[in-house]
């Protein structure tokens, strides 16, 4: 004779739970990596749009620009300077200035 008995649940209760908690552990240290890599490819891309300008301003002028204005103003650079900070020191017009970008988090 054929009898149907009742399966326990709470086995396959706790291990979707254990996996549940294994995800969610992964997925909180992920995250916050993840945002701080896309700060420092955020800092890395201003201070290439930053040296570019320069750049550019040096083959048609023929001397590299005296501030980081005057790069804004004539060569439409834009910077969010309300999240990043950046530095541009020129020591000469025919010396390339050095630019450092630092966020201000």
Same mark, same amino acid.
């Given at each position: 004779?054929?009898?149907?008995?009742? =399966?326990?649940? +709470?086995?396959?209760?706790?291990? $979707?739970?254990?996996? %549940?908690? *294994? &995800?969610?552990?992964? +997925?909180?240290?992920? #995250? !916050? $990596?993840?945002? =701080?890599?896309?700060?420092?490819?955020?800092?890395? &891309?201003?201070?290439?749009? #930053?040296? =570019?300008?320069?750049?550019?301003?040096?083959?048609?002028?023929? &001397?590299?620009? !005296?501030?980081? $204005?005057? %790069?804004?103003?004539?060569?439409?650079?834009? *910077?969010?300077?309300?999240?990043?900070?950046?530095?541009?020191? *020129?020591? &000469?017009?025919?010396? !390339? !200035? $050095?630019?450092? #970008? *630092?966020? =201000?988090?």
């Amino acid at each position: 004779m054929y009898v149907d008995k009742k =399966r326990k649940k +709470w086995p396959g209760l706790a291990l $979707a739970a254990a996996v %549940l908690l *294994i &995800a969610a552990g992964l +997925w909180c240290l992920i #995250v !916050p $990596a993840s945002g =701080r890599d896309m700060d420092e490819e955020s800092e890395k &891309a201003i201070k290439a749009a #930053v040296e =570019r300008c320069a750049m550019q301003c040096y083959v048609v002028e023929g &001397a590299y620009p !005296p501030s980081l $204005a005057y %790069l804004e103003e004539n060569y439409g650079l834009q *910077i969010n300077k309300k999240e990043y900070y950046v530095s541009y020191d *020129i020591f &000469a017009s025919n010396v !390339p !200035p $050095a630019v450092k #970008v *630092i966020s =201000r988090d």
